[in-house]
Nanobody, 125 residues
Framework: QVQLVESGGGLVQPGGSLRLSCAAS????????IGWFRQAPGKEREGVAC????????YYADSVKGRFTISRDNAKNTVYLQMNSLKPEDTAVYYC??????????????????WGQGTQVTVSS
């Protein structure tokens, strides 16, 4: 089965950094893309960043551009989300997910097939 294991969340002060990891396994076919999403209490899940599995193209939500960087290590089957200059509004549960269809929106949760368990990121002084 497809398995996504997330790690790296925690408590950090505003302006600090965290690096989230998503280790993927069990794929019969390579996914089209892997994305990071987040969901804060009382809010809908939103797309944060996405990386294409084929060409490595990346996409970011406007709210995180210039602060977050998505990357991958194909040898380790792992996707990372480097988060710098963290703000309190970044506080959320962060999820990684895989997208199988080429005809899909990178930022839409409904277009992703498999999800990790989520990791809590709390930005507070």
């Amino acid at each position: 089965q497809v398995q996504l294991v997330e790690s790296g969340g925690g408590l950090v002060q505003p302006g600090g950094s965290l690096r989230l990891s998503c280790a993927a396994s069990g794929f019969t076919l390579d996914p089209t893309a892997i994305g990071w999403f987040r969901q804060a209490p009382g809010k809908e899940r939103e797309g944060v960043a996405c990386i294409s599995s084929s060409d490595g193209n990346t996409y970011y939500a406007d709210s995180v551009k210039g602060r977050f960087t998505i990357s991958r290590d194909n040898a380790k089957n792992t996707v990372y989300l480097q988060m710098n200059s963290l703000k309190p509004e970044d506080t959320a549960v962060y999820y990684c997910a895989t997208q199988s269809s080429d005809d899909a929106s990178w930022y839409a949760p409904i277009d992703y097939d498999y999800w990790g368990q989520g990791t809590q990121v709390t930005v507070s002084s």
